[in-house]
């Protein structure tokens, strides 16, 4: 396997969202992120960051073209085969936590490990590895509601990497946050990074953009380097 | 070699030289076990909603059980009173029609050698007519052979039985004896007393062979008749022979034939006695038999159950409603919920089982609770009636198993909903 085939890589990607009228959030896009690469992508609201990414997480399919996760083409693969490469392959990580506010932040990290087969005797060990690694080892008993804006995302960023996916992708994770705990999320996201994964995070905030090794912009469905 | 097994979170490096994992390993992977977990979770969340979804199922589960195990009480309890003479004994009366100003008009009377035509059919040991004297005005005296000056004035009432009614109902005279087929057919003025009647009338001894009087008449006294084990009216009664009273006071016909049966011949007397007695129109004749034991049990739980078991299943079906209702409330709660389950790899399938399995386990609940509560109630009545409860084991577990099924089949629709929410448009609304 050579280091220099793609994790993901889109090729000539439409997806329109039939109206009326007919909104074509993506236009044929290209893209190529490599193992290990953290992308930000930047654009204005409404131009199809979040379609994007949703393609990406297989949550959603292109109308048109194709999509390779780790060289296999997800466009034969039935929504079986779609969901375990998503719990096996993929961390998501949204701008509104999404935890279940009745279950203790470690309920909610082990949430990540029912459906993408981590061994039953690892679920625990695992899950408070990756809260302590997220500097919450002394929250885990605590229920989501009680925890702050940035301790919420942090749980969220532990629950993306306890299955130990390839890819993270967060929509616009520090949305919600301030600027300092928004530092603190990325410092964490970056330190996954460095230790391999591969990093695709959707901003607004340019300053966040600019932290990150290459950067894409979209607009109005269709995405130029930066 | 496609994809490098991604290190763990602690020491993690991008080493291709990581072994390659095996993909997803089945028997980990949301298992029945974590599939309870998250149910137990699910349902945990809300426990007044809880109670007000189990209470339609528990008022059903438990009002079957009641039915069922009241029937089966029942049915034992008469079992156990079943005693001998009800199984052996039969009536028969002639059938009647009620007319436009509303009297009974017997269709038929029975013939007088009744007795004698039933008693050649098989299973009939004794038969015996027996109808009451019109007497009118007339009054019912004794002279009393103590006190001569002080009459006593009575009016028992004056009944008129062939030779062999006595027997029929199994009777015991305490003195004396009952008239026979002689005093019968010469009409001869004899007369029984019931036991009562020979209280009142002063009467206790029969040797001295005394008298009655109706009106005029003397009867002479033969016998008291002490205990009966049908028509105890008998005991209160002046009995005459059949003949005598139609030749004394013109008596038409006997009203009803008493026959005392074989034990378990009493669907056959039912079924022959009539044609024996009137050939040609046997169905103007009524015949009341015992049936045989089991059969009485088998009718008497089907009167109970019907009218409970429908109610039973009404209420079960609304508890089903309720259930399907409020998981169909759950899931539109947990879209955000369930668009994260997809998103961290559940299948369809997976959310699909998570609901359907919520709704079992409310309905099993619901069940086990009113199956409980069914027993309790069972109990309890019978021990306040000091009867034996009969409760049948297999039957409690299977109305709490029904519970479970009403919340299987309640959980359907929902979780058929639930799979199909798309996870794109679940995570825009947040958990
Ligand atoms: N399910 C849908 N049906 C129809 N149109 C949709 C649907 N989802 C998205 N769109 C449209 O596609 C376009 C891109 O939406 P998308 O959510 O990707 O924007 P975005 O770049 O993430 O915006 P924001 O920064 O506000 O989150 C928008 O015009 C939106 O209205
Ligand atoms: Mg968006």
Do not use: C
């Given at each position: 396997?050579?280091?220099?085939?793609?994790?993901?890589?889109?090729?000539?990607?439409?997806?329109?969202?039939?109206?009326?009228?007919?909104?074509?959030?993506?236009?044929?896009?290209?893209?190529?992120?490599?193992?290990?690469?953290?992308?930000?992508?930047?654009?204005?609201?409404?131009?199809?960051?979040?379609?994007?990414?949703?393609?990406?997480?297989?949550?959603?399919r292109p109308t048109v073209g194709e999509y390779r996760l780790d060289g296999v083409s997800t466009g034969e693969l039935s929504e079986e085969q779609r969901a375990g490469l998503r719990a096996r392959t993929i961390g998501f990580v949204f701008q509104a936590f999404h935890l279940?506010?009745?279950?203790?932040?470690?309920?909610?990290?082990?949430?990540?490990?029912?459906?993408?087969?981590?061994?039953?005797?690892?679920?625990?060990?695992?899950?408070?590895?990756?809260?302590?690694?997220?500097?919450?080892?002394?929250?885990?008993?605590?229920?989501?509601?009680?925890?702050?804006?940035?301790?919420?995302?942090?749980?969220?960023?532990?629950?993306?990497?306890?299955?130990?996916p390839q890819l993270i992708l967060a929509d616009e994770p520090t949305g919600n946050l301030d600027q300092r705990t928004s530092g603190e999320v990325m410092d964490l996201f970056e330190e996954l990074n460095h230790d391999g994964l591969t990093l695709v995070v959707i901003t607004h905030d340019q300053a966040t953009a600019d932290r990150a090794a290459r950067s894409i912009r979209i607009a109005d469905g269709r995405v130029s380097e930066l | 070699m496609r994809r490098p097994r991604l290190p763990?979170?602690?020491?993690?490096?991008?080493?291709?030289?990581?072994?390659?994992?095996?993909?997803?390993?089945?028997?980990?992977?949301?298992?029945?076990?974590?599939?309870?977990?998250?149910?137990?979770?699910?349902?945990?969340?809300?426990?007044?909603?809880?109670?007000?979804?189990?209470l339609g199922t528990v008022l059903g589960i438990g009002s079957l059980v009641v039915t069922i195990g009241f029937a089966q009480t029942a049915a034992g309890q008469l079992s156990r009173q079943?005693?001998?003479?009800?199984?052996?004994?039969?009536?028969?009366?002639?059938?009647?029609?009620?007319?436009?100003?509303?009297?009974?008009?017997?269709?038929?009377?029975l013939p007088w050698d009744a007795p004698d035509?039933?008693?050649?059919?098989?299973?009939?040991?004794?038969?015996?007519?027996?109808?009451?004297?019109?007497?009118?005005?007339?009054?019912i005296t004794a002279?009393?052979?103590?006190?001569?000056?002080?009459?006593?004035?009575?009016?028992?009432?004056?009944?008129?039985?062939?030779?062999?009614?006595?027997?029929?109902?199994?009777?015991?005279?305490?003195?004396?004896?009952?008239?026979?087929?002689?005093?019968?057919?010469?009409?001869d003025r004899v007369a029984v007393l019931g036991a009562r009647a020979a209280e009142k009338l002063g009467l206790n001894r029969v040797d001295s062979q005394p008298s009655i009087f109706v009106g005029e008449r003397p009867y002479t006294v033969i016998g008291i008749v002490g205990e009966v084990q049908r028509r105890p009216d008998l005991l209160d009664a002046v009995i005459v022979p059949l003949g005598t009273a139609r030749a004394d006071f013109g008596l038409v016909a006997a009203e009803e034939l008493q026959l005392h049966i074989a034990p378990g011949a009493g669907a056959l007397v039912a079924e022959q006695a009539p044609i024996a007695l009137d050939p040609n129109q046997p169905e103007n004749f009524e015949v009341q038999a015992p049936r045989s034991g089991s059969e009485l049990q088998e009718n008497v739980q089907a009167d109970i159950n019907v009218v409970f078991l429908v109610l039973g299943v009404i209420a079960l079906l609304a508890g089903g409603l309720g259930i399907a209702n409020v998981t169909l409330l759950s899931v539109s709660e947990r879209t955000g919920e369930i668009g994260l389950r997809r998103a961290l790899g559940a299948t369809r399938r997976d959310i699909a089982a998570q609901?359907?399995?919520?709704?079992?386990?409310?309905?099993?609940?619901?069940?086990?609770?009113?199956?409980?509560?069914?027993?309790?109630?069972?109990?309890?009545?019978?021990?306040?009636?000091?009867?034996?409860?009969?409760?049948?084991?297999?039957?409690?577990?299977?109305?709490?198993?029904?519970?479970a099924l009403v919340g299987l089949g309640a959980g359907a629709y929902p979780a058929r909903r639930a799979a199909r929410i798309e996870p794109i448009a679940a995570l825009r609304g947040g958990v």
């Open positions: 396997m050579s280091q220099a085939s793609p994790v993901v890589e889109l090729v000539d990607v439409t997806r329109s969202f039939p109206g009326p009228p007919e909104v074509r959030a993506l236009k044929s896009v290209n893209l190529a992120i490599a193992r290990g690469d953290y992308l930000s992508i930047v654009g204005p609201s409404g131009s199809g960051k979040s379609t994007l990414l949703n393609v990406l997480g297989l949550l959603d279940l506010p009745r279950r203790t932040v470690l309920d909610n990290v082990l949430l990540a490990t029912l459906y993408s087969g981590v061994p039953r005797v690892e679920r625990m060990s695992r899950a408070t590895a990756a809260l302590e690694r997220v500097g919450l080892g002394h929250r885990m008993g605590f229920l989501p509601t009680t925890l702050s804006g940035g301790e919420r995302q942090r749980v969220a960023v532990a629950r993306a990497v306890i299955a130990a | 763990r979170l602690r020491g993690r490096t991008a080493a291709p030289e990581e072994p390659t994992g095996p993909r997803t390993p089945r028997a980990d992977r949301f298992t029945v076990q974590d599939l309870l977990v998250e149910v137990s979770h699910g349902i945990g969340g809300h426990t007044g909603r809880l109670v007000m979804t189990t079943f005693d001998a003479v009800a199984a052996t004994q039969a009536v028969i009366s002639p059938a009647s029609t009620r007319s436009m100003n509303g009297t009974e008009t017997p269709n038929t009377r035509r039933v008693e050649r059919l098989a299973g009939v040991e004794r038969a015996g007519l027996i109808g009451e004297v019109p007497i009118g005005e007339l009054q002279v009393p052979i103590n006190d001569p000056s002080a009459p006593e004035v009575l009016s028992p009432t004056l009944l008129a039985t062939s030779d062999g009614l006595l027997d029929a109902v199994r009777g015991t005279v305490v003195t004396g004896r009952y008239f026979d087929a002689g005093h019968e057919l010469r009409a609901f359907m399995v919520e709704s079992l386990v409310i309905g099993l609940l619901g069940g086990l609770i009113g199956a409980a509560v069914g027993v309790f109630a069972v109990v309890a009545v019978a021990l306040v009636q000091q009867w034996t409860p009969i409760i049948d084991l297999p039957m409690v577990f299977g109305a709490a198993l029904l519970g």
